[in-house]
């Protein structure tokens, strides 16, 4: 089966960039057919969508985060990375990545909680 798992820092200071990483098992991220995307939860708040990245390398991120977002992988680890520049305390959140069937989702990692924090 499928398996992604996310890993990166829990604790990022304001300003900095957050990088968080998912590793990916039981299917390659080159595959045809699919999106991989990360999403995060703020508290009180529901899902929201960051960035998604095709088999080929297309990738798309939300307009509201677009000039702060970084998406890339490495197909040999079969992983891929989501960068977020000059954080904020409104950026604190369970970040997840998962995979879309290009309509809903059918896989997804765990969750990593991240705090952004002086």
């Known amino acids: 089966q499928v398996q992604l798992q996310e890993s990166g820092p829990g604790l990022v200071k304001p300003s900095q960039t957050l990088s968080l990483t998912c590793s990916v098992s039981?299917?390659?991220?080159?595959?045809?057919?699919?999106?991989w995307k990360w999403i995060r939860q703020s508290r009180g708040k529901g899902l929201e969508w960051i960035v998604g990245i095709r088999s080929r390398g297309e990738y798309w991120y939300t307009p509201s985060l677009a000039n702060r977002v970084s998406i890339s992988r490495d197909t040999s680890k079969n992983q891929f990375t989501l960068q977020l520049r000059a954080v904020t305390p409104e950026d604190t959140a369970v970040y997840y990545c998962?995979?879309?069937?290009?309509?809903?989702?059918?896989?997804w990692g765990q969750g990593t909680q991240v705090s952004v924090s002086s």
């Open positions: 998962a995979r879309s069937p290009l309509v809903g989702y059918d896989y």
């Open positions: 039981g299917a390659s991220i080159t595959t045809n057919g699919y999106i």
